[in-house]
């Protein structure tokens, strides 16, 4: 196993693990921060498929601009747990069972990638490269 290898999946465990945080923390401040750690972790993704300036962009764009507006959002609004209604259990069902068919979808969906053939397309040059970019645009 190289470095490329061992940071993908450093990654990509990153990745899931801040989500899965994102969506169980009952705390919504730590919520966002997870989420940044998502960020971060998506954008090292990026880095290793030679993409610097989507990693750069979602830096600055997603953790760094959307997540201080989600936070002052989250600061500004009232969060009292006592003025909160409690969900009816019928309505937790119904999302558990939506949740469920929704994973029977990405399974049926990865099953058919696993199935299907991919070519590796070659492309010519340092795709993704922000010096490549400036030429193109320029």
């Known amino acids: 196993m190289?470095?490329?290898e061992i940071l993908f999946w450093f990654l990509s465990a990153l990745a899931l693990g801040g989500a899965l945080m994102m969506v169980t923390n009952?705390?919504?401040v730590y919520s966002v921060l997870?989420?940044?750690?998502?960020?971060?972790?998506?954008s090292g993704q990026y880095i290793l498929l030679n993409a610097q300036f989507l990693a750069v962009v979602n830096i600055i764009v997603y953790a760094g601009a959307i997540m201080v507006l989600f936070l002052f959002v989250?600061?500004?609004?009232n969060l009292n747990a006592d003025n909160e209604p409690q969900k009816?259990?019928?309505l937790k069902f119904a999302?558990?069972?939506?949740?469920?068919?929704?994973l029977l979808v990405f399974v049926a969906a990865l099953r058919q990638v696993e199935a299907l053939k991919i070519q590796d397309v070659k492309t010519g040059g340092p795709t993704g490269l922000i010096e490549r970019l400036g030429i193109?645009?320029?």
């Open 95 to 102: 999302g558990a069972i939506a949740g469920g068919s929704l």
């Open 2 to 4: 190289n470095i490329t």
């Open 74 to 77: 989250i600061m500004l609004m």
């Open 34 to 42: 997870w989420l940044i750690v998502v960020f971060f972790a998506i």
């Open 136 to 138: 193109i645009l320029f």
């Open 88 to 90: 009816n259990k019928w």
């Open 26 to 28: 009952k705390n919504p």
